[in-house]
Nanobody, 121 residues
């Protein structure tokens, strides 16, 4: 059974920073792509950032230059460093990954439970 667990959310003032972590555990053979999404109240879940096994990254336009995604392959963990946070960044942040476990013959998508990020003075 593969599980993703996020941590690092919280309340921060505008202009502040937070670092989210997502740790994957279980019988993991390989992780190809790791992503972050966010969902604000009353809105759909939107893509924020991704990083592939080769290290290439992609970002949603509004977070470019402020957020940075990284990964530690040895720990099956990836991170989202969020700087210059704005009230519009307030949302529940979810991690997502395509993972091949010891029980699977193909990659499957997994989600974390979400972590709340609130940007407010």
């Amino acid at each position: 059974q593969v599980q993703l667990v996020e941590s690092g959310g919280g309340l921060v003032q505008p202009g502040g920073s937070l670092r989210l972590s997502c740790a994957a555990s279980g019988s993991i053979v390989s992780i190809t792509i790791m992503r972050w999404y966010r969902q604000a109240p009353g809105k759909q879940r939107d893509f924020v950032a991704s990083i592939v096994s080769g290290g290439s990254t992609a970002y949603e336009d509004s977070v470019k230059g402020r957020f940075a995604i990284s990964r530690d392959n040895a720990k099956n963990t990836w991170y989202l460093q969020m700087n210059s946070l704005q009230p519009g960044d307030t949302a529940v942040y979810y991690c997502n990954a395509l993972i091949k476990s010891g029980r699977d013959t193909a990659y499957r998508g997994y989600w974390g439970q979400g972590t709340q990020v609130t940007v407010s003075s």
